[in-house]
């Protein structure tokens, strides 16, 4: 079992920046990656960015890249995902994600990211 717990989120400016956290508890020496997805008002939920843990390897969806960042702090368990140069579209509920090497997979229950003037 994984727990994930996301904190961070809050109402900013277009222009600004904002560290989401993914605390991570539980059985972590099983999870492989862990990713950020968001969903915004009508829409489905998409992978926004991952991170491999063995091998430290990243990837971006388009929209993000070069805006967004995510790392890991080993000591604190937790996964961050920073954002910059946020836009009126980034907003959305930001969550989570876990992949164990046994099969399953972990959801935070999300943070909420406002941004707007």
């Known amino acids: 079992q994984v727990q994930l717990v996301e904190s961070g989120g809050g109402l900013v400016q277009p222009g600004g920046s904002l560290r989401l956290s993914c605390a991570v508890s539980?059985?972590?020496?099983?999870?492989?990656?862990i990713g950020w997805y968001r969903q915004g008002p009508g829409n489905q939920r998409e992978v926004i960015c991952s991170?491999?843990?063995?091998?430290?390897?990243?990837e971006y969806e388009e929209s993000v890249k070069g805006r967004f960042a995510i790392s890991r702090d080993n000591a604190e368990n937790t996964v961050y995902l920073q954002m910059n140069r946020l836009k009126p579209e980034d907003t959305a509920v930001y969550y989570c994600?876990?992949?164990?090497?046994?099969?399953?997979?972990?959801w935070g229950r999300g943070t909420q990211v406002t941004v707007s003037s």
């Open positions: 994600k876990a992949w164990e090497a046994e099969g399953y997979d972990y």
């Open positions: 539980g059985n972590i020496a099983s999870i492989y990656a």
């Open positions: 991170l491999s843990i063995s091998e430290g390897r990243t």
